[in-house]
């Protein structure tokens, strides 16, 4: 049982100092003066705790009286967005699967991609095993056509012109 770090031998060395040096008369008034120094530090905390708390609840009163109306305000406003929400969610899913059914075989290695970023995520080396930004074990090569979304074709050389694969027709898509 320490007290202030000092433990019960180390207070009763002080307690016999006091003694000698004091004397019995003077302890009980020394006891009595350290009681009252003891529940006076209690009363200011006490009183400076209850300001402390009367002036966070003087600043807080005000933006509770701020935010209720606000809230009220914006649940009307969230209940119209959800069906425009729903649409964007609906349009996004319609795009995915209209890339998905133009180039299949990308569709298939972006979703690999996504997969395997997501388990090195998981594992927690945050996807950095590799320094050139590709698979693990992937050359640099292979990586740069990996992340490039050219379908692992050749990069260009100087002068030459890209080539873009033809893009079938809505109609061909729909049906």
Excluded: H, W
């Amino acid at each position: 049982m320490d007290i202030f770090g000092v433990g019960p031998m180390e207070l009763i060395v002080i307690l016999l100092l006091l003694l000698v040096v004091f004397g019995p008369d003077r302890l009980p008034e020394i006891g009595s003066k350290l009681g009252k120094a003891v529940r006076s530090m209690r009363r200011a905390t006490r009183d400076f705790s209850e300001e402390v708390q009367q002036a966070r609840d003087a600043i807080e009163k005000p933006a509770r009286d701020i935010t209720a109306p606000v809230q009220q305000i914006a649940q009307p406003i969230q209940e119209v967005m959800q069906p425009f929400q729903d649409v964007k969610a609906s349009a996004l899913a319609m795009s995915q699967a209209a890339k998905a059914v133009r180039d299949p075989g990308k569709a298939m290695r972006d979703s690999v991609m996504q997969s395997v970023k997501g388990d090195k995520a998981a594992s927690g080396d945050g996807g950095r095993r590799t320094t050139d930004g590709g698979a693990p074990g992937a050359s640099t090569e292979e990586a740069a056509a990996l992340t490039s979304g050219d379908g692992g074709r050749p990069a260009v050389e100087a002068g030459e012109k890209p080539t873009e694969p033809p893009q079938p027709a809505i109609s061909d898509l729909v049906g």
